[in-house]
């Protein structure tokens, strides 16, 4: 793949670099949690916004930075589980994630090209009118998985050591509650600190016990996936239509509502698919992690409209305004703060464990100013 290269980007990202490190020395050391993107951490410099409106370039880069992790994400779930993956080791994980639905590979393969594609398209828009682009090539320092299959090549994202935000499940199925006042969601599946791809071929276990011959320990594995899939994608479907209630510019506001459609379609193909995990119990033998995966529909403590695994359409409930009737929406989509909102979470799902302080730096100043854009006053 090819990723464009403003000539002068490489110069201003190292200023606002060794900027941004003087930052974080003068604030202590950088840790983890909400301390990984202390505020004040701007730059001192600007990119170029070109021919655009600074807040649509701001937005457009943070899009750009959000895709191309999304697409190093499903770059590894590709090389395990995509249409190319027709025998070895891996082929087993395959098989596991098939049981949520046969399909599985296809779409795998298809949500990745999508994402390299909305990659490929901001980063050239950005170009066209002579703005900044992003590139986050240096940061691609992260190990790959060991099994079969897998490239041996730096990664942007860490798929092996995952919390599992769930809460969608049951935050799409309310009627009465938004996240935008301020509500929240129990999870549907509590998964901590698992791997989402097996880390080697130890964790390709056939099991001649089961239907599906795959073993609890394998089908774990995908079924995590099956979830993390969702968790993606519906990040993306809330980003799109937060950010673009600050976009000025109406091309670039059709590109943010066009590419933002396509996260939704993936978020709901998703959504059906990760009710299909098959009920189990697991504990890691690597790292001691314990996950329950839940008959949804069934189990003590599950069933009803909050967790039923048929209620794949968004559950109308309270918008705007408690006095409006109730309405089928997309949830969140509260514009203030909604770039670093996002990067909070991916941070917090250890989607970036093992990631540079720079790397930290780098992306918290890009939602900086996404999130400093204004639909109007803003030039
Ligand atoms: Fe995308
Ligand atoms: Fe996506």
Redesign the pocket.
């Known amino acids: 793949m090819s990723r464009p290269i403003q000539s002068n980007f490489i110069q201003k990202a190292s200023n606002r670099r060794s900027f941004l490190k003087k930052g974080v020395a003068a604030a202590g050391a950088a840790t983890v949690g909400a301390a990984m993107f202390p505020d004040g951490l701007r730059a001192s410099q600007e990119e170029s916004s070109g021919n655009l409106h600074k807040g649509d370039a701001a937005i457009l880069r943070f899009l750009a930075a959000a895709e191309i992790l999304?697409t190093d994400l499903w770059q590894q779930y590709n090389e395990l589980a995509g249409v190319d993956v027709t025998s070895g080791p891996s082929f087993l994980y395959v098989t596991a994630l098939e049981q949520l639905d046969e399909d599985m590979p296809q779409y795998i393969s298809d949500?990745t090209d999508?994402?390299l594609t909305h990659e490929e398209f901001i980063n050239a828009y950005l170009a066209s009118k002579g703005a900044e682009t992003v590139d986050l090539t240096r940061f691609a320092t992260l190990p790959s998985s060991k099994a079969d299959g897998a490239k041996q090549v730096g990664r942007l994202t860490n798929l092996m050591h995952l919390n599992v935000d769930t809460s969608w499940w049951t935050r799409y199925r309310s009627s009465t509650k938004n996240p935008d006042f301020g509500d929240s969601f129990p999870q549907a599946v509590n998964i901590n600190n698992r791997t989402a791809i097996p880390r080697t071929n130890d964790d390709l276990v056939a099991d001649g016990g089961k239907a599906s011959g795959v073993s609890d320990r394998t089908q774990a594995i995908a079924n995590v996936a099956g979830f993390h899939f969702g968790t993606?994608?519906q990040g993306?479907t809330s980003l799109y239509p937060s950010l673009a209630q600050r976009v000025k510019d109406v091309e670039v506001l059709r590109i943010v509502l066009s590419i933002g459609g396509t996260?939704i379609a993936?978020f709901q193909t998703w959504h059906d698919k990760a009710g299909n995990a098959p009920p189990l119990t697991d504990v890691d033998p690597v790292t001691g992690s314990k996950v329950v995966f839940h008959d949804l529909n069934n189990d003590p403590g599950f069933g009803g409209e909050e967790f039923q695994t048929n209620l794949i359409m968004p559950e109308p409930t309270i918008f705007l305004n408690r006095n409006f009737p109730k309405c089928s929406i997309i949830r969140p989509t509260q514009t203030k703060g909604a770039a670093m909102n996002a990067l909070n979470a991916l941070a917090g799902s250890n989607l970036f464990l093992g990631q540079s302080k720079e790397f930290f730096a780098f992306l918290t100043s890009l939602a900086q100013d996404a999130d400093a854009a204004q639909r109007e006053g803003d030039h």
């Open positions: 999304e949500n999508d994402e993606i994608e993306g996260e993936h």
